[in-house]
């Protein structure tokens, strides 16, 4: 006797599909980087990042325009620091007339409505290329949240409605919300990057901001992508300090840490899709080994279904061309 139940009737044509699909991708989910650069009428292609650029402010306000008008309504700066400016201390993060600040500025003047995050961290303006101060070879913790506090503190200045940080310092959080705090940003949030590993796949993102470490690695600080439980207790801290939103990054690797944190968490939670990931769909599907936008939908719908609610990527855009 055949089954009473034939789970194929529920996917015999794209509208009953359509009808029960449990995870829907919109523009509402995205979360775009934007990398900014000094200069006028700048836009760079990132080599290792096709179809993906660094602009200048002036033209940053027509991405701004664009993304709005697709319904983007949330982006993620990040400032590519020349190298005069760069030093051990991060004297270029607090300047209020910086790049990031003007940058920030710069979106909320074109866009008043559009959802500011920025980066929090220092290897944008380290002369070694580290997320943190160095001392006789090692990345200090302590000295480095304090700047970061101050580079928090500047950002909201400026008109952040979020700062991002990303280096993966112990007690950054408490220590940012308590300079937020005290300094009447008591609206100003904090997306940590709560479960940020030592991954492979950044190293496009390194070149579109000239960021590689000078020597050594991140390793002291990011977390080893061995590790499962390590991303719950990080993440519980983060919350316990103040974090609003955490995130996991990188995302397709790391979906089962994803999980694990939706299912002990309540606040939102955030997947960074990262450089590497990106550049992999891109150069494949300009070998024609696959189909870009299929294997772009399917990795972001599992993200999603993983336990997203925010999604970084460098194909928002492409996906609401998609979505039509």
Same mark, same amino acid.
């Given at each position: 006797?055949?089954?009473?139940?034939?789970?194929?009737?529920?996917?015999?044509?794209?509208?009953?599909?359509?009808?029960?699909?449990?995870?829907?991708i919109?523009?509402?989910?995205?979360?775009?980087? /934007?990398?900014?650069?000094?200069?006028?009428?700048?836009?760079?292609?990132?080599?290792?990042?096709p179809n993906y650029?660094?602009y200048? /402010? &002036?033209?940053?306000?027509?991405?701004?325009?664009? /993304?709005?008008?697709?319904?983007?309504?949330?982006?993620?700066?990040?400032?590519?620091?020349?190298?005069?400016?760069?030093?051990?201390?991060?004297?270029?993060?607090?300047?209020?007339?910086?790049?990031?600040?003007r940058?920030?500025?710069?979106?909320?003047?074109?866009?008043?409505?559009?959802?500011?995050?920025?980066?929090?961290?220092?290897?944008?303006?380290?002369?070694?290329?580290?997320?943190?101060?160095?001392?006789?070879g090692?990345?200090?913790?302590d000295?480095?949240?304090?700047?970061l506090?101050?580079?928090?503190?500047?950002?909201?200045?400026?008109?952040?409605?979020?700062?991002?940080?990303?280096?993966?310092? &112990?007690?950054?959080?408490?220590?940012?919300?308590?300079?937020l705090?005290?300094e009447?940003?008591? &609206?100003?949030?904090?997306?940590?990057?709560?479960?940020?590993?030592?991954?492979?796949?950044?190293?496009?993102?390194?070149?579109?901001?000239?960021?590689?470490?000078?020597?050594?690695?991140?390793?002291?600080?990011?977390?080893d992508?061995?590790?499962?439980?390590?991303?719950?207790?990080?993440?519980?801290?983060?919350?316990?300090?103040?974090?609003d939103?955490?995130?996991?990054k990188?995302?397709?690797?790391?979906l089962?840490?994803?999980?694990?944190?939706?299912?002990?968490?309540?606040?939102?939670?955030?997947?960074?899709?990262?450089?590497?990931?990106?550049?992999?769909?891109?150069?494949?599907?300009?070998?024609?080994?696959?189909?870009? &936008?299929?294997?772009?939908?399917?990795?972001?719908?599992a993200?999603?279904?993983?336990?997203?609610?925010?999604?970084?990527?460098?194909?928002a855009?492409?996906?609401?061309?998609? /979505?039509?």
């Amino acid at each position: 006797m055949y089954p009473l139940r034939r789970n194929r009737r529920l996917r015999s044509n794209e509208a009953i599909r359509s009808l029960v699909r449990e995870t829907i991708i919109s523009p509402n989910d995205f979360l775009v980087p /934007l990398f900014v650069v000094e200069g006028k009428g700048v836009k760079e292609e990132i080599a290792s990042m096709p179809n993906y650029y660094r602009y200048s /402010l &002036d033209l940053l306000e027509k991405e701004v325009k664009e /993304l709005w008008a697709m319904g983007l309504k949330s982006v993620l700066l990040f400032v590519k620091v020349p190298d005069h400016l760069k030093d051990n201390k991060g004297k270029e993060a607090v300047n209020p007339k910086g790049l990031m600040q003007r940058a920030i500025k710069t979106v909320k003047n074109t866009c008043p409505d559009m959802l500011v995050m920025t980066d929090v961290a220092l290897d944008p303006y380290s002369s070694y290329g580290h997320d943190g101060i160095v001392e006789d070879g090692q990345i200090v913790n302590d000295d480095t949240v304090e700047v970061l506090a101050s580079m928090s503190v500047s950002h909201a200045e400026a008109g952040a409605d979020f700062v991002a940080p990303s280096d993966m310092m &112990d007690g950054r959080i408490l220590s940012i919300r308590e300079a937020l705090e005290d300094e009447g940003f008591i &609206d100003t949030g904090i997306m940590s990057y709560s479960a940020k590993y030592a991954s492979a796949f950044y190293g496009p993102f390194r070149d579109a901001l000239d960021s590689a470490p000078g020597f050594g690695d991140k390793k002291t600080y990011q977390m080893d992508y061995a590790n499962r439980f390590e991303a719950i207790k990080e993440t519980e801290m983060d919350i316990d300090e103040g974090a609003d939103i955490v995130m996991v990054k990188p995302g397709l690797c790391y979906l089962d840490i994803v999980r694990e944190i939706k299912n002990e968490v309540d606040v939102p939670l955030a997947v960074y899709q990262v450089s590497g990931e990106y550049a992999m769909v891109k150069a494949a599907a300009e070998k024609g080994w696959l189909d870009h &936008d299929a294997v772009m939908m399917e990795q972001l719908t599992a993200i999603k279904r993983a336990g997203a609610n925010i999604i970084a990527s460098y194909f928002a855009k492409d996906v609401v061309r998609v /979505l039509g």
